[in-house]
């Protein structure tokens, strides 16, 4: 029988949902890869005549778990360890950097290690580098994360000859008895000197026992645990010299009572367990007494029905599969031991988690016409399966809408071409990606009519930027009104817009579509958008319009790659790398309305985590990054894409390190769905659209400089907000994002 110590807030299991995500969460703005300084990932520190400092972290983004507070000048190895050995559960991410960019502190020593778990060298990096006096700013860099930061000061020191290690000294005290021992407790009280002239005492250090951990000294340490005690000692000076180990040793002794009443002890037993009772991989027991008398003096356990007693100081995990017993008991201060009890249970090996998808397809069937097109409707029928957990579920999404619970075979019929999007969900959790059935649905003996000029599904009718309040009906060709008013064409003057939309308003109340109220109060937005006038950019240009041609414009910089794919730039989920963007190298903007499509495609509970990069330089040759794609993060603006309830504070509409828009504020949809994304910038000021609700609005002020802040940032010293291009940003294979319709007039 094996067993293993757990920490005492008892065992966790957490799914390690970063192992998914952390590839790209990895890459997200301003970190460097773990080799950009320092050892690579794997690499041995080699051995430095000078000081090691040490810095971990766990499972917190407000703070680091570990950090020193000063240091000497001269050689230093940095270490930062990020992992399960330090208290991460879950996989997160984190760094270690120093600010170089604050003249408030020392900035000649350059440190930007990016530590996780799971990368090969365990999340343990280390650099070297040179320290001068003084104070360094440190800092992680990963998004969210800003409040994990803080100083060390770096002192000269003294005795640079110093080769002396420090004198020590302990003195126990307290009530003894007539054989020597302590009544009750000790109190152990440790002193140390530097010699005369030497670098200066550094620190005081403790360990309990023969085996226990070293502690800062800070106070006099009480021990009052009854029986034989030893407390170790040693202390540092400020040149790394450390004194030879001491030690204290001592008994204690309960005071005299008249207690003869041993602890009452109990144990549960907990873990995850299967129909039958049995514990699935881990049990974990956990043992409690209590004393009325003397107190508590020592808890012990023993596995087996003869193993032998060991000391009980936190919950045991027993792993090894088949019937188990834990024995225990407790002594007390007088001396008093309980009976011996025991708990009983059986430990089975847990079932193989299932972590396939289900497989899932669609069968449309109907008449056809000599086009291929289905007459009239089409039945959609979707069939999955899973041949470990079962099917828990099947969705679908038509035309972009939002995914809906599929029960029975969907039957389309209205007339045009559709895209009807599926998936299931297996019993284990499992979502199969998202695949597409594209088909026509034509009228009763015709052929298919031309698509509608522009895919709008807004709730009410929009012209320009003026909202009428008018109802966007569906009309009897299949498009919506907005699609019929085409106010994103490029007019050439005011009357021939104004001529267009009032026939085709003229048309709709004659098909009983809208009333003459309501007509008026289009046909009087459209004259207030300006939509043809001299000076006014009538509609937007299309700089993407899914084709291969439009697609062909744009550009690939970075790391990953983008595909098209039905119409849409989307990120191929199997290539890794850098962060990257398509970049639309036709020409920079300066002050201009921004429109596209985006979609969450990332799979299971995952979100998709892009952007839209507005007003960046040429990212080829920028003397101050050798990687193009973030030219972008550090001279232009992210305006934000992501959904998810956790990690990243930026949500969706956020500017990127400047400007935060919670979770709330973001007014996200179901993922898989087409949502509308416009983007105005003119001057200083931005303002963020999403399916037509403004979700944020940033006006860019003298100084501002990015959040946490990023070696190198230009702040507002010219080089960003002026003009610039126009990209759309790929993090990685895990955050799965596409693109579409994307369209730009200037203001």
């Known amino acids: 029988m094996r067993a293993r110590h757990l920490r005492q807030t008892g065992h966790r299991r957490q799914p390690r949902l970063w192992a998914s995500l952390v590839g790209a969460f990895l890459l997200v703005l301003g970190l460097t890869s773990t080799a950009a300084y320092g050892h690579g990932a794997g690499a041995p520190a080699p051995a430095v005549a000078g000081q090691t400092l040490n810095w971990t972290a766990g499972d917190s983004i407000e703070h680091f778990t570990s950090a020193p507070t000063t240091a000497v000048a001269g050689a230093a190895t940095i270490v930062f360890e990020n992992s399960a050995a330090t208290g991460n559960t879950t996989g997160l991410p984190h760094t270690l950097t120093f600010d170089t960019s604050d003249p408030k502190y020392n900035h000649d020593a350059r440190v930007d290690i990016l530590a996780n778990p799971s990368d090969a060298a365990g999340g343990r990096h280390s650099v070297d580098v040179t320290l001068t006096p003084g104070t360094y700013h440190y800092f992680c860099s990963m998004p969210g994360h800003i409040m994990m930061s803080g100083t060390f000061t770096v002192t000269a020191g003294g005795g640079g000859d110093d080769t002396t290690a420090p004198t020590t000294s302990a003195k126990v005290e307290g009530e003894r008895n007539a054989g020597g021992a302590y009544v009750g407790s000790a109190t152990v009280s440790v002193t140390a000197a530097d010699e005369e002239g030497g670098s200066g005492l550094g620190g005081i250090e403790y360990a309990l026992g ?42 204690v002794v309960a005071p005299p009572t008249d207690d003869t009443t041993p602890p009452e002890t109990s144990a549960t037993v907990t873990g995850d367990q299967d129909a039958d009772g049995n514990y699935l991989g881990t049990a974990t ?130 007339v045009g071409a559709h895209t009807l999007a599926y998936r299931a969900t297996d019993k284990a959790g499992n979502t199969s990606e998202a695949a597409n059935a594209a088909f026509t649905v034509a009228e009763s003996g015709g052929v298919p009519p031309p698509p509608c000029a522009e895919h709008d599904e807004r709730l009410t009718v929009i012209v320009g930027t003026v909202d009428t309040g008018v109802p966007n009906r569906l009309t009897p060709n299949r498009c919506t009104i907005n699609e019929r008013i085409e106010d994103e064409r490029e007019w050439t003057s005011q009357a021939l817009f104004l001529k267009h939309v009032d026939g085709v308003l003229k048309t709709l109340a004659a098909q009983n579509v809208i009333d003459q109220r309501e007509q008026k109060k289009i046909v009087k937005a459209a004259r207030q958008s300006k939509i043809g006038l001299p000076g006014q950019t009538a509609g937007y240009q299309t700089i993407f319009d899914g084709t291969r041609a439009s697609f062909d414009r744009w550009e690939h910089v970075g790391g990953g790659q983008v595909d098209l794919k039905d119409g849409a730039m989307s990120v191929d989920p199997t290539v890794g790398g850098d962060l990257g963007m398509m970049w639309y190298p036709g020409r920079q903007y300066e002050n201009f309305s921004l429109k596209l499509q985006f979609r969450d495609d990332a799979a299971g509970t995952a979100n998709a985590n892009g952007g839209v990069f507005v007003r960046f330089p040429d990212p080829h040759g920028f003397p101050l990054e050798s990687r193009p794609a973030w030219v972008a993060v550090n001279y232009g603006h992210e305006i934000q894409i992501f959904d998810s309830p956790t990690g990243d504070m930026y949500k969706t509409g956020s500017v990127y390190g400047f400007d935060r828009v919670g979770l709330a504020g973001a007014h996200p949809t179901t993922k898989g769905t087409w949502n509308d994304y416009e983007i105005r910038v003119k001057g200083q000021h931005f303002t963020i659209l999403r399916n037509g609700v403004l979700i944020n609005e940033f006006d860019n002020n003298p100084g501002q400089v990015f959040d946490p802040p990023r070696a190198g940032d230009p702040g507002t010293d010219g080089r960003r907000y002026a003009s610039g291009y126009i990209g759309l940003q790929n993090h990685s294979t895990a955050d799965l994002v596409s693109y579409r319709n994307v369209r730009i007039k200037e203001l």
């Not at 450390?242 to 001592?250: I, L, V, Y």
């Open 285 to 414: 027991v956990t043992v409690t007494a209590s004393d009325t008398g003397s107190g508590v003096n020592t808890i012990e356990y023993a596995l087996g029905a003869d193993g032998a007693w060991q000391p009980y100081t936190q919950p045991v995990a027993v792993d090894t599969a088949g019937a188990a017993t834990v024995r225990y008991r407790a002594t007390d201060r007088a001396g008093n031991t309980s009976a011996e009890k025991s708990v009983r249970f059986t430990v089975v090996a847990p079932p193989a988690k299932d972590t396939t998808a289900p497989v899932v397809s669609a069968a449309i069937t109907g008449s056809k016409n000599s086009y291929g097109a289905f007459i009239s409707s089409a039945t959609v029928t979707l069939t999955a399966e899973d041949a470990e957990s079962g099917v828990a579920s099947s969705e679908y999404a038509l035309d972009g809408g939002p995914y809906l619970a599929y029960t029975a075979p969907v039957v389309v019929d209205r």
């Open 210 to 251: 023969a085996d226990g951990a070293w502690q800062p000294y800070t106070d006099p340490v009480v021990v009052d645990t009854v029986g034989a005690a030893t407390v170790r000692y040693r202390a540092t000076d400020k040149a790394g010299n450390t004194s030879a180990e001491k030690s204290a040793d001592f008994t």
